[in-house]
């Protein structure tokens, strides 16, 4: 899909609201991003800190609005009802560290609700590793009668999805934690192949479902985590709750065009939601919901998305050389970066996006015995209107001081490519590199396409 404004994407509104507090009292406390357990890396997580009523990042999500795409099935293609928004009383940070998806039912009966996706389209584990999707989740906290309709969600579709609309369910879908009605029991299913019928039996999706562990879904926090693994054969998708496993598919179930066109392409991208009505919740209420019994105002609370591979690092150590060309999308970690197809030579990819504070990881760079003194990396930018920043080099932890950076401007646009260079102090061995970025303003200032040094 074509990219919005960028003053769109780091917009954030910063308007304090009355925000609805769940029967039972304040949310469970926030809970930091867990660090990667041993012997993995983390790809992307979003933790939702920020103050009480602002928008999470719009570096790391899109906010979904209406009934549904823009030429897209009508009511997301499901039969829900509620129309989606990107107002903060349906849609913000509580100031706790927790993200909150709010419907609520008007005057007039119209009910409201958000569903966001990440921007990144590409989570899908590299050949021979495991990728683990994780969210820290506690359901509406609302049940019996009034909870009728309701339908939270934290999911993935694949990226062919997006500007296509009509390739469902061939694509994939993985339902990492569906609850409907308040029932005290999370769902995992798997979408693909065709609708209706097929290998995935659709439009119900190979699906399991349990009750969650100890408290119930909606009264307490739980972890819903998902695992793509390509280090087994045949491959497994795998689903979790609060670590124990409730649900496994192999790739042995089916044939080699619907495996391949629902892992083949280009990988994931993640949604949370908290629909109203449709399919789900009718089927399983044995009739149309919500009712008049239904209350609003029930939030979904969400404490942190991640996104893990195995495997400490991509690269063995040494495994890149310092002097050769480093594809900037080649990154090990990053934070509020996105990858996007580049129109400089040789094509490719670019990272883009990069504002204050945000960074990329390489690990394992070999700048052998004699010192590196140069940095050299491709860059663009479209910021205008004065907005510049630095492109700094750091060294085994982003806490320590840059050993080179240099300032980079608007260049005449987002693919208006200039390969700038600077001096850094003298660097042997092998080491850890961040890239870390740094502007007085808050706006989106550089792509980078690739980088090196040089002695």
């Given at each position: 899909?074509p990219?919005?404004?960028?003053?769109?994407?780091?917009?954030?509104?910063?308007?304090?609201?009355?925000?609805?507090?769940?029967?039972?009292g304040?949310?469970?406390?926030?809970?930091?991003v867990?660090?990667p357990?041993?012997?993995?890396?983390l790809?992307?997580?979003?933790?939702?800190?920020?103050?009480?009523?602002?928008?999470p990042?719009?570096?790391?999500?899109?906010f979904d609005?209406?009934?549904?795409?823009?030429?897209?099935?009508?009511?997301?293609?499901?039969g829900?009802i509620?129309?989606?928004?990107?107002?903060?009383?349906?849609?913000?940070?509580?100031?706790?560290?927790?993200?909150r998806i709010?419907?609520?039912?008007?005057?007039?009966?119209?009910?409201?609700?958000?569903?966001?996706?990440?921007?990144r389209?590409?989570?899908?584990?590299?050949?021979?590793?495991?990728?683990?999707?994780?969210?820290r989740?506690?359901?509406p906290?609302?049940?019996?009668?009034?909870?009728?309709g309701?339908?939270?969600?934290?999911?993935?579709?694949?990226?062919?999805?997006?500007?296509?609309?009509?390739?469902?369910?061939?694509?994939?879908?993985?339902?990492?934690?569906?609850?409907?009605?308040?029932?005290?029991?999370?769902?995992?299913?798997?979408?693909?192949?065709?609708?209706?019928?097929?290998p995935?039996?659709?439009?119900?999706?190979?699906?399991?479902?349990?009750?969650c562990?100890?408290?119930?879904?909606?009264?307490?926090?739980?972890?819903?985590?998902?695992?793509?693994?390509?280090?087994?054969?045949?491959?497994?998708?795998?689903w979790?709750?609060d670590?124990?496993?409730?649900?496994?598919v192999?790739?042995?179930?089916?044939?080699?065009?619907?495996w391949?066109?629902?892992?083949?392409?280009?990988?994931?991208?993640?949604?949370?939601?908290?629909?109203?009505?449709g399919?789900?919740?009718?089927?399983?209420?044995?009739?149309?919901?919500?009712?008049?019994?239904?209350?609003?105002?029930?939030?979904?609370l969400?404490?942190?998305?991640?996104?893990?591979?195995?495997?400490?690092?991509?690269?063995?150590?040494?495994?890149?050389?310092?002097?050769?060309?480093?594809?900037?999308?080649?990154?090990?970690?990053?934070s509020?970066?996105?990858?996007?197809?580049?129109?400089?030579?040789?094509?490719?990819?670019?990272?883009?996006?990069?504002?204050?504070?945000?960074?990329a990881?390489?690990?394992?760079?070999?700048?052998?015995?004699?010192?590196?003194?140069?940095?050299?990396?491709?860059?663009?930018?479209?910021?205008?209107?004065?907005?510049s920043?630095?492109?700094?080099?750091?060294?085994?932890s982003?806490?320590?001081?840059?050993v080179?950076?240099f300032?980079?401007?608007?260049?005449?646009?987002?693919?208006n490519?200039r390969?700038?260079?600077?001096?850094?102090?003298?660097?042997?061995g092998?080491?850890?590199?961040?890239?870390t970025?740094?502007?007085?303003?808050?706006?989106?200032?550089?792509?980078?396409?690739?980088f090196?040094?040089?002695?």
């Amino acid at each position: 899909m074509p990219r919005p404004p960028r003053s769109w994407r780091r917009a954030a509104l910063a308007v304090l609201v009355s925000l609805s507090i769940p029967a039972g009292g304040l949310a469970a406390a926030h809970a930091s991003v867990p660090p990667p357990p041993a012997g993995w890396s983390l790809v992307w997580s979003d933790d939702f800190d920020g103050p009480a009523g602002s928008l999470p990042s719009s570096s790391n999500w899109q906010f979904d609005t209406g009934h549904g795409y823009p030429g897209g099935p009508g009511n997301w293609g499901t039969g829900e009802i509620q129309r989606y928004t990107a107002d903060p009383a349906n849609l913000s940070l509580d100031g706790g560290g927790n993200l909150r998806i709010t419907p609520i039912r008007s005057g007039s009966g119209e009910w409201t609700s958000a569903r966001i996706e990440t921007r990144r389209a590409d989570f899908k584990p590299a050949d021979g590793r495991i990728l683990r999707i994780e969210g820290r989740i506690q359901m509406p906290n609302v049940t019996g009668a009034q909870a009728l309709g309701y339908w939270p969600a934290f999911w993935a579709l694949g990226s062919p999805y997006r500007g296509n609309y009509w390739n469902w369910p061939s694509i994939g879908e993985f339902d990492i934690m569906e609850n409907v009605n308040g029932i005290n029991s999370v769902w995992g299913v798997l979408h693909c192949g065709v609708n209706p019928g097929g290998p995935c039996n659709e439009t119900s999706g190979l699906g399991a479902s349990r009750a969650c562990p100890g408290s119930s879904c909606q009264s307490a926090m739980h972890t819903y985590r998902f695992e793509w693994d390509r280090s087994v054969s045949p491959n497994q998708l795998r689903w979790y709750v609060d670590g124990q496993q409730f649900h496994s598919v192999s790739q042995s179930q089916f044939d080699a065009t619907t495996w391949n066109n629902m892992t083949g392409h280009a990988g994931y991208f993640l949604l949370l939601n908290v629909a109203m009505g449709g399919a789900f919740p009718d089927g399983v209420a044995g009739h149309a919901t919500p009712t008049a019994a239904t209350v609003s105002g029930r939030p979904m609370l969400v404490d942190y998305v991640a996104v893990w591979q195995s495997g400490s690092t991509t690269n063995p150590p040494g495994d890149r050389d310092a002097y050769s060309t480093i594809q900037a999308e080649s990154f090990d970690g990053q934070s509020g970066l996105n990858v996007e197809t580049t129109s400089d030579s040789g094509g490719g990819q670019n990272i883009g996006w990069a504002a204050n504070g945000d960074w990329a990881l390489y690990r394992g760079v070999d700048f052998g015995s004699s010192a590196a003194r140069q940095f050299v990396a491709r860059v663009a930018s479209g910021a205008g209107g004065g907005v510049s920043g630095l492109v700094e080099v750091r060294l085994d932890s982003r806490s320590n001081a840059p050993v080179g950076s240099f300032a980079v401007g608007d260049t005449g646009g987002w693919q208006n490519w200039r390969t700038i260079p600077a001096n850094i102090s003298g660097v042997t061995g092998v080491h850890d590199v961040y890239l870390t970025f740094s502007s007085g303003q808050p706006a989106d200032f550089v792509n980078v396409n690739w980088f090196n040094f040089g002695r």
